[in-house]
T-cell receptor, first 113, second 111 residues
Framework: ETGVTQSPTHLIKTRGQQVTLRCSSQ?????VSWYQQALGQGPQFIFQYYREEENGRGNFPPRFSGLQFPNYSSELNVNALELDDSALYLC????????????FGPGTRLTVL | KQEVTQIPAALSVPEGENLVLNCSFTDSAIYNLQWFRQDPGKGLTSLLLIQSSQREQTSGRLNASLDKSSGRSTLYIAASQPGDSATYLC??????????FGSGTQLTVLP
């Protein structure tokens, strides 16, 4: 069974730029969630995708957007990057069972200069 | 709005000790609670999942309990080892969508 993978591992951008982060969900999982984790804090929910549709969103502005593809992989796009967007971005997937156990990837470390 | 608090923020213990990490949440209408481990700069590893109808779950040296009515969960680690050093996060879920996390307890087990 393949776990959740994310790319790239690290990324450095400048303020105002746009970034795309990628996630491949665990085999058999059809739901993907994205979280932002600032240094020293717990992860904060950005949004969730189920069968290619956004299925819930946290308190993040519209410049945070996402996509889910037919193979259930996903992208997180952030436009007009701000310094405060510097964080670890985590992707989590879960399967069709009802227990809601979520499995996380290794994350992408984004630094905005 | 659900808030999750973890106390203490940091804990240092000698190897071999048994220890308890605490998690409290403000809204008892949860779907389940999950404990995670995070190594520095890494992703989250799921340790234990407790459904709202359950009181505890065990995996090896780990035991997690849930008291939904009081809004509390504990993670008990028996016979701690230096390899247990990491940040431990608890998260609650009200629906099948988002997890709400605490800020974690940073555990150091000294050889």
């Amino acid at each position: 069974e393949t776990g959740v993978t994310q790319s790239p591992t690290h990324l450095i951008k400048t303020r105002g730029q746009q970034v795309t982060l990628r996630c491949s969900s665990q085999s058999g999982h059809n739901t993907v969630s994205w979280y932002q984790q600032a240094l020293g804090q717990g992860p904060q929910f950005i949004f969730q995708y189920y069968r290619e549709e956004e299925n819930g969103r946290g308190n993040f502005p519209p410049r945070f957007s996402g996509l889910q593809f037919p193979n259930y992989s996903s992208e997180l796009n952030v436009n007009a990057l701000e310094l405060d967007d510097s964080a670890l971005y985590l992707c989590a997937s879960k399967g069709p069972v009802t227990d809601n156990e979520q499995f996380f990837g290794p994350g992408t470390r984004l630094t905005v200069l | 709005k659900q808030e999750v608090t973890q106390i203490p923020a940091a804990l240092s213990v000698p190897e071999g000790e048994n220890l308890v990490l605490n998690c409290s949440f403000t809204d008892s209408a949860i779907y389940n609670l999950q404990w995670f481990r995070q190594d520095p700069g890494k992703g989250l590893t799921s340790l234990l999942l407790i459904q709202s109808s359950q009181r505890e779950q065990t995996s090896g040296r780990l035991n997690a309990s849930l008291d939904k009515s009081s809004g509390r969960s504990t993670l008990y680690i028996a016979a701690s080892q230096p390899g247990d050093s990491a940040t431990y996060l608890c998260a609650v879920s009200r629906s099948a969508r988002q997890l709400t996390f605490g800020s974690g307890t940073q555990l150091t087990v000294l050889p």
